[in-house]
């Protein structure tokens, strides 16, 4: 074969000094042949997603082994949820079979707790914490330990918190019609159940809202003229005289002889008007 | 000396044995990761010197392209591996439209090396992400053979340069292999480096002598007649190592290129091993290569999508 020029190292005399190499000498004709001539030839093998795994299973030679990729470990189905806590736990109650909940952590979410509240008989906030709560009842049942989360007893690590359902080995095989019906049921109910709890809610809300808007501007009228009241007094500025008080003692002298009232007042007779 | 910008940021570059104005450069958009490629051929003295290089010959592909090859048999062939497992041969001299003209699909996964026999000049090979490396003939439809054995992907292959029937690829695994293509199993494993080893070259005057260059930052010389240390270790490399080529002109003379954005030239015997730092490049280094024609010239190309040639001793970024 024709082939490139000849390469630098080709030269005679270009190899280094440090003894020959451990190949075996080579053969002659062209690579093909060479392989062909060696019974290595496998003309067009095509490498398979199985065979790759089971090749790298089967061999053993590397002193070293590969370290593990991420994506290559077992095991780790469902640990990311543990402990999580995110409020969304909420939404995914119904229907699942409590895998993703982790072992307590997702207390005092107000949604959360209300949720629950809602049907363990009227307790908001504390006592409705814990995961276990949900986790261990599989989901449906969620609703009856709600009533004794409102004890305030099965909350942190109670008996319940530390079910991980992750920890039981594979998912529970599918659900029957029943409680499947009654886990659709409950989601339904629940769905409702949370509704008109938050609309109770934001009722509430704007009642007091508006009964807080009312006690401000009142108190803050009354704060007004307290205020002012005491201002007033502090820069000596007396209170004008009621009406009645015009028939007090000053009142003759407007009204004395000393002033005539035709006569038209003179320059700078306004002046005297306070002097006194 | 002259610097070419290209459509998408470049993963490989090769001087031609044929051509000492030749070049070849695989690019691909968005780093690789989605988009086409474009295999373009550079010509450094169509421009007249000193001015950019020109494409001759340009071609889009519709995966990214990760490393291209020159046919050493024929002076307007060349390879380029593909994102989609599969090895396109084009020949320059043809119009586009009757290029690829080959298109070999057989591996599995990305396909992320190519090198083609500087020895007997009849073959090349392919590293593949589906952790084998496949032996090909241009006058083959086929591959010729199939190596097995890497457990992780397989990122470079390098024919030595002084025996046609020996190569060396470097794996994931963290080993680097040699390979007699008359074996069925590697003749050497060599537990290269702790992490990742992603690039190798033969020395071309020294047939026993062996770099490897790592995610690990370093790079190692070793002598496959005593595999147990490393002849040298040359550290100055801030990020992982990612090609490694020897002078085909200097005995001991080593390019590499790394993800802290240098190209860095060492010689592995001496004392103060770098020889020269080149930091023109604004992105990731991908592709390097030294001339076979020139003794000196050299090639880089990075993700900031530029293609430099100059000389050994000069600026890059001189024009």
């Excluded at chain 2, 020294?206 to 010389?221: F, G, H, Q, Y």
Aim: hydrophobic letters at 35%; one cysteine or more; a neutral charge.
């Amino acid at each position: 074969m024709a082939g490139s020029p000849p390469k630098p190292w080709e030269r005679p005399g270009a190899e280094g000094a440090s003894g020959p190499a451990p190949f075996k000498p080579p053969s002659g004709g062209s690579t093909s042949d060479v392989v062909e001539a060696s019974g290595m030839a496998k003309p067009g093998e095509n490498v398979t997603a199985a065979e790759r795994s089971a090749a790298a299973n089967a061999s053993t030679t590397v002193s070293r082994p590969m370290p593990q990729r991420p994506w290559q470990q077992t095991g780790g189905y469902g640990n990311t949820y543990g402990g999580a806590g995110y409020g969304s736990n909420m939404y995914s109650s119904y229907g699942g079979f409590g895998n993703t909940y982790g072992s307590g952590g997702m207390y005092g979410n107000s949604m959360y707790s209300s949720y629950g509240g809602g049907y363990g008989g009227g307790m908001y906030g504390g006592g409705m914490y814990g995961g276990g709560m949900y986790g261990g009842m599989g989901g449906y049942g969620g609703y009856g330990m709600g009533g004794m989360g409102g004890y305030g007893g099965m909350g942190m690590g109670g008996p319940y918190g530390n079910q991980d359902p992750n920890s039981m080995g594979p998912p529970a095989s599918p659900p029957g019609f029943w409680v499947s019906f009654l886990r659709v049921m409950h989601g339904v109910v629940n769905f409702f159940g949370r509704i008109s709890f938050l609309v109770e809610q934001n009722t509430q809300a704007s009642y007091f809202f508006m009964t807080a808007m009312l006690q401000l501007f009142d108190r803050s009228g009354m704060l007004y003229g307290e205020l002012a009241r005491f201002v007033l007094r502090l820069l000596g500025v007396k209170r004008k005289p009621k009406k009645g008080s015009l028939q007090g003692p000053e009142a003759p002298a407007i009204q004395g002889p000393s002033h005539q009232f035709p006569e038209a007042p003179k320059a700078g007779s306004w002046d005297n008007v306070w002097g006194n | 000396m002259p610097a070419f910008k290209a459509p998408a940021p470049g993963f490989a570059v090769r001087f031609s044995p044929f051509h000492e104005n030749r070049l070849l450069a695989a690019t691909s958009q968005h780093f690789g990761l989605v988009g086409n490629g474009h295999l373009i051929v550079l010509d450094l003295a169509a421009a007249g010197p000193g001015a950019a290089p020109a494409p001759v010959f340009s071609f889009p592909t519709s995966d990214a392209l990760f490393d291209c090859a020159w046919s050493e048999s024929h002076e307007s062939l060349c390879a380029a591996a593909s994102g989609d497992g599969s090895v396109r041969l084009f020949d320059a001299a043809l119009p586009p439209a009757q290029n690829p003209v080959r298109l070999l699909r057989e591996h599995a996964r990305e396909v992320h090396g190519l090198d083609w026999n500087p020895v007997r000049r009849d073959a090349f090979l392919s590293a593949s992400w589906d952790d084998t490396l496949k032996l090909w003939s241009p006058d083959r439809p086929a591959s010729v053979r199939t190596f097995r054995g890497h457990e992780y992907c397989v990122y470079a292959a390098a024919w030595s340069a002084r025996h046609p029937d020996v190569f060396a690829s470097a794996s994931g695994d963290r080993t680097a292999r040699v390979w007699d293509v008359r074996d069925p199993a590697p003749t050497l494993i060599l537990p290269a480096h702790d992490h990742e080893v992603l690039s190798l070259d033969w020395d071309k005057y020294d047939p026993s002598i062996l770099a490897t260059a790592s995610v690990d930052k370093s790079i190692r010389v070793w002598d496959v007649r005593a595999p147990r240390a490393p002849v040298a270790q040359l550290a100055g490399h801030g990020y992982a190592v990612k090609r490694v080529r020897f002078s085909p002109h200097r005995q001991g003379m080593l390019m590499s290129c790394s993800y802290d954005m240098t190209v860095c030239m060492w010689d592995y015997r001496a004392e103060d091993a770098l020889l020269a730092r080149y930091n023109h490049h604004t992105e990731f280094v991908a592709g390097i290569d030294m001339s076979v024609l020139v003794d000196g010239l050299l090639a880089s190309t990075g993700w900031d999508e530029m293609v430099y040639i100059w000389p050994f001793g000069t600026d890059p970024r001189a024009m």
